[in-house]
């Protein structure tokens, strides 16, 4: 301690001396550039937060969980509970990424999470289900539908996340890998509650055309509207809330029917854009 105290003691005198007999140049020189050490204290890496937000995620983990789900169901024949399980998926999925952005909770972690969650749900989940469910009738060009679709979404969400910064936000590139799986679950859920016979030969050949199709259109160019420049936090005419009211009483008269036509509609709509820029030659906004 005494000889802590007696260095301290020729510091300050030693400083004191510099004071006095040192120009300015020579004090900065001997001390330092007080911004050096202000570069210094900036680039010290800083401590990772490594805490998540957990209401954004707890809707990817319950889109992850139906995706599951429906894939389990599939294995044991019960092919309408898959479809509806995808569809549980679609909306856990939508309310993730809006109650991220309207809580300011959006992170890289929940990005790369919800990916992959979209990959089970709408990329293995429907491959698989449409499989089990009509495509292993066709041998070989079953399971080649199927890895077609799932190999679609694969790529389809590598696309996005490397795109996320570059596209439009108004428009997704390609179909979106949710669309494409509730394009299939429709169809079977309408099939199967319909009772229409599987082993008819024109429904395994109209899954196959199907999955192969969205499989395309999901790594396709033609532009889809994304909706994502709707906000639910400013007014909208009248008429948008009639149409709202009359879309959940046609869903709730006859849901297969009326989801599986609304998402037909969707997955044509980007080549019906495109043609609509090729003749004009305006783009569409």
């Given at each position: 301690m005494t000889t802590f105290r007696r260095r301290g003691r020729l510091?300050?005198?030693r400083l004191t001396q510099l004071r006095k007999h040192s120009s300015q140049d020579e004090w900065a020189e001997e001390l330092g550039d007080p911004l050096d050490y202000e570069e210094e204290a900036q680039q010290k890496p800083r401590p990772r937060n490594k805490g998540i937000y957990l209401l954004p995620n707890a809707f990817?983990?319950?889109a992850l969980f139906s995706g599951f789900f429906a894939i389990v169901?599939?294995?044991?024949?019960?092919f309408q509970i898959a479809a509806i399980a995808i569809f549980a998926s679609l909306v856990l999925d939508g309310m993730d990424g809006r109650v991220a952005r309207m809580t300011n909770t959006?992170?890289?972690?929940?990005?790369?999470y919800d990916s992959l969650a979209d990959m089970v749900s709408f990329g293995v989940a429907p491959a698989l289900v449409a499989y089990e469910w009509a495509l292993k009738d066709l041998g070989k060009w079953g399971w080649l539908a199927a890895f077609t679709y799932c190999a679609g979404a694969a790529l389809r969400l590598a696309r996005f996340n490397v795109n996320t910064g570059v596209v439009d936000k108004?428009?997704?590139?390609?179909?979106?890998?949710?669309?494409?799986g509730?394009?299939?679950?429709?169809f079977i859920w309408l099939a199967d509650d319909n009772k229409i016979p599987v082993r008819d030969t024109a429904i395994p050949w109209i899954t196959f055309f199907i999955a192969v199709y969205a499989g395309l259109t999901m790594?396709?160019?033609?532009?889809?509207?994304s909706g994502k420049a709707l906000d639910v936090r400013y007014r909208v005419p009248f008429g948008v809330m009639v149409l709202l009211i009359l879309t959940f009483v046609l869903i709730s008269s006859n849901p297969p029917l009326t989801l599986f036509g609304l998402f037909v509609v969707y997955s044509i709509s980007g080549y019906v854009i495109w043609a609509w820029e090729r003749l004009s030659g305006k783009r569409f906004s």
């Amino acid at each position: 301690m005494t000889t802590f105290r007696r260095r301290g003691r020729l510091d300050r005198s030693r400083l004191t001396q510099l004071r006095k007999h040192s120009s300015q140049d020579e004090w900065a020189e001997e001390l330092g550039d007080p911004l050096d050490y202000e570069e210094e204290a900036q680039q010290k890496p800083r401590p990772r937060n490594k805490g998540i937000y957990l209401l954004p995620n707890a809707f990817t983990t319950a889109a992850l969980f139906s995706g599951f789900f429906a894939i389990v169901n599939a294995m044991n024949d019960q092919f309408q509970i898959a479809a509806i399980a995808i569809f549980a998926s679609l909306v856990l999925d939508g309310m993730d990424g809006r109650v991220a952005r309207m809580t300011n909770t959006q992170s890289a972690f929940g990005e790369q999470y919800d990916s992959l969650a979209d990959m089970v749900s709408f990329g293995v989940a429907p491959a698989l289900v449409a499989y089990e469910w009509a495509l292993k009738d066709l041998g070989k060009w079953g399971w080649l539908a199927a890895f077609t679709y799932c190999a679609g979404a694969a790529l389809r969400l590598a696309r996005f996340n490397v795109n996320t910064g570059v596209v439009d936000k108004k428009f997704f590139q390609g179909l979106p890998s949710p669309a494409a799986g509730s394009l299939i679950a429709g169809f079977i859920w309408l099939a199967d509650d319909n009772k229409i016979p599987v082993r008819d030969t024109a429904i395994p050949w109209i899954t196959f055309f199907i999955a192969v199709y969205a499989g395309l259109t999901m790594v396709s160019n033609a532009r889809f509207y994304s909706g994502k420049a709707l906000d639910v936090r400013y007014r909208v005419p009248f008429g948008v809330m009639v149409l709202l009211i009359l879309t959940f009483v046609l869903i709730s008269s006859n849901p297969p029917l009326t989801l599986f036509g609304l998402f037909v509609v969707y997955s044509i709509s980007g080549y019906v854009i495109w043609a609509w820029e090729r003749l004009s030659g305006k783009r569409f906004s």
